[in-house]
């Protein structure tokens, strides 16, 4: 059949040669890591400070091509009983049901559903917060730090900074009103490691 239509072999052959190219622009995909990325926090104490708090990634998987962000995803869980103000009776007394309430509802569970880009280091990730047993849209404003190997050649690592705000009342999260403020702010400091191992959820978390 293609003998006598040589020209009929011309989009075979170009499907199979495009079979690769789009294998290898696919966006490679990332595990975070726990130890070099970090998540603060900070609310206002009856007016008189905004004390800090650090929260640890649990864990999580990042999407990303560096050179089409349109691909990029992510879903990562924050664990709450990592909550560290700096004290073990204030860490203890945030925990408690009527704040984090981490023994009932230990991670925030956070799912990308968009990404906006702004240049070449700037965009907006769009996705949907899950804390406290309630789920409200989120915003994150982060910058794209840089995607290079380790010095040892050990890891290929993608880094990002990242802030955002929360009121904690829509997440149900109301005690305290009249001497915890209401906005809460947030910045993440976000490591991930490039590996074919990283899963596609984290729903898995023990």
């Not at 293609?2 to 990332?30: I, K, V, W």
């Not at 400070?49 to 640890?56: A, D, I, K, N, T």
């Not at 968009?114 to 070449?120: A, G, T």
């Not at 906005?183 to 984290?202: C, F, H, N, Q, Y």
Request: hydrophobic share 40%; net charge negative.
């Amino acid at each position: 059949m293609f003998r006598d239509h040589p020209l009929r072999l011309l989009p075979f052959c170009a499907a199979l040669l495009g079979m690769p190219l789009a294998a290898h622009a696919a966006s490679a995909r990332y595990h975070y890591d726990p130890v070099h990325s970090q998540v603060l926090f900070s609310i206002d104490h009856d007016g008189y400070s905004r004390p800090f708090g650090r929260l640890h990634i649990a864990k999580g998987w990042l999407q990303f091509d560096p050179k089409d962000w349109s691909t990029a995803a992510t879903e990562l869980d924050i664990d709450l009983a990592s909550v560290d103000m700096g004290d073990p009776d204030w860490n203890a007394a945030v925990c408690k049901p009527a704040l984090l309430d981490c023994m009932h509802d230990r991670y925030a569970h956070f799912v990308s559903t968009s990404v906006e880009r702004k240049d070449d280091q700037h965009g907006v990730l769009h996705g949907q917060l899950t804390l406290h047993g309630v789920t409200q849209p989120m915003d994150l404003m982060f910058t794209f730090n840089r995607l290079a190997t380790t010095i040892y050649g050990m890891h290929t690592v993608a880094g990002f900074s990242a802030t955002a705000s929360l009121q904690r009342e829509s997440f149900g999260i109301t005690a305290f009103a009249h001497s915890i403020g209401h906005d809460v702010a947030i910045w993440m400091a976000l490591e991930a490691i490039r590996g074919d191992d990283a899963k596609p959820s984290t729903k898995d978390i023990p």
